[in-house]
């Protein structure tokens, strides 16, 4: 399996909109940086400051920052590796500066893009699929936070599930997080794992997005194994990696 170049430059193009790409200047090799600016059809996180943000896609590290610290991060990062962005100690000493700001780093994530050339899923018959206006119908009885998270910045727009009577077996999600892409989300109730149904649903997902002409994406955590697995499985691969910041009231003031 591998990602295609146009999944690959749709993504790309996403990114330049989440990270003001096209104000960037390469600091250093595979080191883009540029000041933060909010764009239309940027993917906005719920919670999400843009005083800080970086997305590293196949070895590119795209870095948005608040112009009171874009001095202080070419000089940070002049000498940084994008593979190997993401270490600890990176980490670490970037938290520890925002803290200094009154902000902190919000988990990090896998995200994951759909390889080409992958078996095209073939329904139950069983299915049942969701509008806009379904999902809204469900918000007060909804059991599957993890594929329907009625954010304010990144709406769900469509969902398949399968039942058994009047349970909910399991359900994928998607959500509008940005101009050009989808996030997928899985969410199958206890009782009903290890039956292959996440897979299932994640891939006919997957595929009615893509018929749609706009790119899926599916996200996790670095010791989420059992998601990976469902990512992988479902005909994704991993792709980019991301963290931003938010406000924080534990403050270490500047001195």
């Not at 049942?128 to 918000?139: A, F």
């Not at 999600?173 to 290890?194: C, F, H, M």
């Not at 018929?211 to 670095?222: V, W």
């Amino acid at each position: 399996m591998k990602i295609s170049k146009e999944t690959l430059e749709t993504m790309r193009k996403q990114i330049y909109l989440d990270c003001n790409g096209d104000e960037a200047c390469e600091i250093a090799p595979g080191i883009f940086l540029a000041p933060s600016k909010i764009l239309p059809g940027a993917r906005i996180i719920d919670k999400m400051d843009p005083f800080f943000r970086v997305v590293v896609l196949m070895g590119k590290a795209y870095i948005m920052a608040d112009e009171s610290i874009l001095g202080g991060c070419e000089e940070l990062f002049k000498d940084s590796k994008p593979e190997w962005f993401f270490n600890f100690d990176n980490l670490r000493r970037i938290d520890y500066i925002m803290h200094e700001y009154g902000r902190e780093i919000v988990n990090t994530h896998i995200y994951n893009l759909p390889a080409s050339g992958c078996e095209i899923e073939k329904p139950y018959g069983d299915e049942i699929w969701l509008d806009v206006k379904d999902i809204e119908n469900m918000r007060e009885t909804n059991v599957c936070h993890r594929a329907l998270c009625y954010s304010p910045t990144q709406p769900d727009v469509i969902a398949v599930m399968l039942k058994d009577g009047d349970k909910i077996k399991g359900m994928a999600g998607a959500s509008l997080d940005g101009k050009y892409v989808r996030q997928i989300g899985i969410d199958v109730k206890e009782g009903y794992e290890g039956k292959g149904i996440g897979v299932h649903l994640v891939k006919l997902l997957k595929q009615r997005l893509i018929e749609q002409n706009t790119l899926p994406f599916y996200g996790t955590s670095e010791s989420h194994a059992v998601s990976r697995t469902v990512a992988i499985r479902a005909g994704f691969m991993p792709a980019f990696s991301e963290f931003f910041v938010a406000e924080t009231k534990d403050t270490l003031k500047p001195s």
